[in-house]
C-alpha cells in the first residue's frame, strides 16, 4: 500500500494539474490532495482506499472515480460533479447528490436506500447489485436505468410487466 503523499514523491504533480490518474498503484489514502484546488478528473480507481477527504473544496471537480477501493462512506460531494463511479466499494448509504450530476454508477455496494434523484440532471444510473428494497423516483430525462440483482419489493399494485419495465428503465 501506497499513501498518497509517498506518490506524489515518486511522481511529482504541479499544484495547478485538473486532472490526476492514480489507479491500479495500491493508493491507501488521499491525504494532502487538497492542494490540487483546479482539479477537474480525479480517478482513483481500483486502490485500497477506505476513506476520502472534504471533496467539497474542489469547486472545479467534473468526474470522480472511486470505483473499486474500500470506502465506506462518500463524504459531501462538490456541486459542480457531472459524473461519478463509486461502484465496487462497501458503501451502505449515499450523501444528497450535486444537481448537475449526469452519469451516476454505484453497481455493486450495500446501498439499502437512494437519497431523492428528484431535480438533478441524470442521463445514466446503475445501481446493480446492491440491497435497494425500493426505487426513489427516476428524473424524467433518464435514458439508462440499470438496477437488476437487488432485492427490490414489488409493489401490490403493479402488475410483474410494469414492475420490470419500472426497474429496467
Known sequence: MIRFE?????????DYATTLRIMHVGLCDLNGIERFR??????????????LPNLAVFRQLRLLNVSQNRIRELPLLPDSIESLDCSSNL????PSLPRRLSQFY?????????PSLVGLSLRVIDGRANQLKK??????HVSVSMFDGNPIEVDDDLTKDESANQIQG
Do not use: A, G
Open 6 to 14: 509517498d506518490w506524489l514523491r515518486r511522481y511529482p504533480t504541479p
Open 106 to 114: 454505484f453497481s455493486s455496494n450495500y446501498v439499502t436506500k437512494l
Open 38 to 51: 483546479d482539479l477537474q478528473h480525479l480517478d482513483c480507481s481500483s486502490n485500497q482506499i477506505e476513506t
Open 91 to 94: 458503501l451502505e448509504s449515499l
Open 135 to 140: 426505487l426513489p423516483e427516476l428524473p424524467e
